[in-house]
Every structure is written in C-alpha cells, then in structure tokens.
C-alpha cells in the first residue's frame, strides 16, 4: 500500500531532473568545455603542445595549431600553462557528432 501513495505523490510533484533537450542547461562559471584558440594572442612558445597528456595539442608553426577534441581529455593543463591567454575555455558543450572533423578546435 505504501508503494502506491509514493507513486501517487511522485505523480504530481514537479521532476527533479531537467527535461533536456527542450529545457537548455546553463553551464557553471569553470564548466570546461570546448576550447577556444585566439591565433592573435599565440607567441609559439609550444607550452600548451608539450604538456598535453593525451598529446591532443599539435603544433605546426607560431599562430598555427590543431587540438582534437575527440582525443582531449578536457585536463585544462594548456589552458593553465599559456602565458599570454591564447586558449580558453568556452560554455558550448552540445558539440557530439558523428563526423570527427567537428572535434577540431573553434578559431577566433
């Protein structure tokens, strides 16, 4: 008897859960999402590439690098270790695909 009042008052009490594809989540402050590459800001000093653990970070020339998102492991030790603020974080998080060229990094 006790199960069915616990399903009835379940019933009409609002869910706890978001309903997420048509209620948008908005990310905290620190939410690590995708990274964002400022090439204008890069002074090539290969700090982000050689301290990369999943070695997601590859650089060809100053102002010129890939990250592959699908490899990153989303540490943060490129963001923390560049001196000048060329990568950061950004809030997108919705970014599944089943085309891996989606993965590369977003330029601005």
């Not at 069915?4 to 309903?19: A, C, E, G, H, S």
């Not at 048509?22 to 400022?38: M, N, T, V, W």
Request: with cysteine; glycine share 6%; charged share 30%.
């Amino acid at each position: 008897m006790g199960l069915i009042i616990d399903v009835l008052k379940n019933f009409f009490t609002k869910p706890f859960t978001r309903r997420y594809p048509k209620e948008k989540l908005q990310p905290f402050d620190k939410f690590r999402g995708r990274l964002i590459y400022l090439p204008k800001k890069c002074i090539g000093c290969m700090k982000c590439a050689r301290n990369c653990p999943s070695h997601s970070i590859n650089f060809h020339k100053k102002g010129d690098i890939d990250f592959d998102m699908g490899q990153c492991i989303y540490c943060g030790l490129c963001v923390d270790i560049c001196p000048v603020g060329a990568i950061i974080w950004s809030q997108e998080f919705e970014f599944s695909n089943k085309d891996k060229k989606t993965f590369r990094e977003v330029r601005d």
